[in-house]
């Protein structure tokens, strides 16, 4: 009896080896992007060019060669594709639009890059390279079998050359909720500059989650990188201004790399990322494949880790609620600030009770904030802020965040933006939100709310029944 007991338990025990793997719903590690691929990519947007006077410009046909040729290459695999056309001063242009037809579509993760060049010659560094580099990504996660929790989206734009046009295009016609889903937006614009640099967008007021995540990627694989502020110089400007959460990777144009960036990246100091920027140069032989090879698995990487992020919020630990005066029945008692937004009138609802934190609404130049200090448990396995705000607003426009209202968490002399709501925010009645405070457990923050407005037509910001919890 005892005997065939045991080998019974073995043979559970390596079923149950055998199982695990497949109950486990963890996401793979991000499989190496295949630079050979996006090296033949590449090849094809230089012959289309050869083929066609030498460039992939806006409004010749070099242009719409290669956004037939990336549409052609996504459709095969399996994604959702769009060619949506617009015009500009040079003629019809386009964007290329891919969604893979899974993840949970009201969380959209986005990587985009620009599809044309100048018209001096092919812009196979500026930009075939981004765009080499995201459709082999895209091509790749299809290839992967993932099941992404969120809903990725790719998006090669037209005439980002003639200002960014294809990306403003882009968003200015997608609806107010259509641009609420969207969590995230990646941005490659010249990956594989002769003389690199490894350059990470530091220009993201609605949070750098994602700008640290390619810095710890890069130094994971030890690259140093360097923060640049890109602002209105690529297509990622566009979602910026919308509040969207944005960041990306640049090897260098113009710019002259010092000495100091050579001892570190190699390279040559003295001389320009990309000696052939904007000139008929900038053809297949203008690549670093090192860079590319390394920036094309940042994209992996990104895009992999991202297709998991929750974006749920997740329901908050149930424990006690750390805040004094948490639904502010109190009055001012507990919180500190500019003094006037906790209050009872009855020009907004409070959610319960009468009293609420109003937070402008004064339809001129205004900043208000209030805050409190919460010290968050070492011993927590989870911690969350949640809120319930209601937005009102008498601005009308669909594209830009007049006034604003941020959630921050002020740990020492940092302020971390945890979310930013806008005028473009607004609710008919209050809605809650949960944020992640996990990563400040062991340490006494100030939960803090800030309301900048501009200097005409109101937006209110309302907030009640606030909670920090731990557990
Ligand atoms: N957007 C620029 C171009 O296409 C390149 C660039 C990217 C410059 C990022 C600075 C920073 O010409
Ligand atoms: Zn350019
Ligand atoms: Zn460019
Ligand atoms: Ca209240």
């Known amino acids: 009896m005892r005997r065939s007991l045991v080998p019974g338990l073995g043979v559970v025990l390596v079923a149950g080896a055998l199982l695990a793997p497949s109950n486990i719903a963890a996401a793979a590690d991000s499989p190496d992007i295949s630079v050979t691929a996006v090296r033949a990519h590449l090849d094809q947007l230089q012959s289309i060019a050869n083929s066609n006077g030498g460039n992939r410009y806006t409004g010749r046909p ?8 990336v549409k052609a290459k996504l459709d095969a695999a ?5 060619l949506q056309s617009f015009s500009t001063s040079a003629g019809t242009s386009y964007n290329v639009i891919a969604e893979w037809p899974h993840g949970d579509a009201n969380h959209v993760v986005m990587a985009g890059s620009h599809l044309d060049s100048v018209s001096a010659g092919p812009g196979i560094n500026d930009n075939g390279s981004g765009s080499a580099g995201v459709l082999e990504t895209a091509l790749a996660y299809a290839a992967s079998g993932q099941s992404p929790k969120n809903r990725l989206r790719f998006g090669f734009w037209g005439s980002e050359e ?17 641009r609420d889903k969207i969590e995230l937006y990646l941005n490659f614009d010249m990956i594989a500059s002769p003389n690199p640099g490894y350059f990470v967008y530091d220009d993201n007021p609605a949070g750098n989650g994602a700008r640290d995540d390619l810095v710890a990627y890069f130094t994971s694989k030890n690259v140093q990188t360097e923060f640049i502020d ?7 400007a566009a979602f910026r201004s919308l509040g969207i959460p944005t960041a990306g990777t640049f090897s260098g144009a113009e710019d002259t790399k010092t000495s100091a960036q050579a001892a570190k990246w190699g390279g040559t100091a003295g001389k320009a990322f990309d000696a052939c920027y904007h000139r008929s140069c ?17 994209i992996g990487h990104m895009i992999w880790t991202y297709a998991q992020k929750d974006y749920s919020g997740g329901t908050p630990p149930t424990g006690a609620n750390l805040l004094k005066n948490p639904g502010f029945e109190s009055g001012a008692v507990d919180w500190t600030g500019t003094s006037g937004p906790i209050t009872n009138d009855s020009g907004r609802p409070a959610r319960t009770g009468t009293w609420k934190a109003w937070l402008q609404g004064n339809g001129r130049s205004t900043t208000e904030n209030i805050g409190q200090p919460v010290a968050i448990p070492a011993a927590a396995a ?3 802020l949640s809120l319930w705000i209601r937005i009102d607003t008498a601005e009308t426009t669909s594209s830009t965040a007049y006034d604003t209202l941020k959630v921050q968490v002020v740990d020492g002399f940092t302020a971390t933006t945890l979310a930013r ?7 008919t009645s209050y809605v809650q939100k949960t944020l992640d405070l996990s990563q400040y457990k062991g340490r006494t923050v100030t939960v803090q709310f800030l309301g900048q407005e501009d200097s005409s037509l109101q937006t209110s910001f309302v907030i009640d029944d606030v909670a920090v919890t731990a557990g």
Request: avoid cysteine; charge should be negative; aromatic fraction near 10%.
């Open 78 to 82: 399996g994604y959702t594709t769009t």
């Open 162 to 178: 003639l200002g960014l046009l294809g990306s403003k295009y882009y968003v200015n016609n997608l609806p107010a909720a259509e």
């Open 62 to 69: 070099g242009y719409k060669a290669s956004a037939d040729y």
């Open 282 to 298: 900038d053809t297949i032989t203008n690549l670093d494949l090192t860079s590319l090879d390394r920036q094309i698995d940042a």
């Open 230 to 236: 890109v602002q209105g110089r690529s297509d990622h």
């Open 421 to 427: 709501y806008s005028n473009l925010n607004k609710t």
């Open 382 to 384: 989870a911690a969350a």
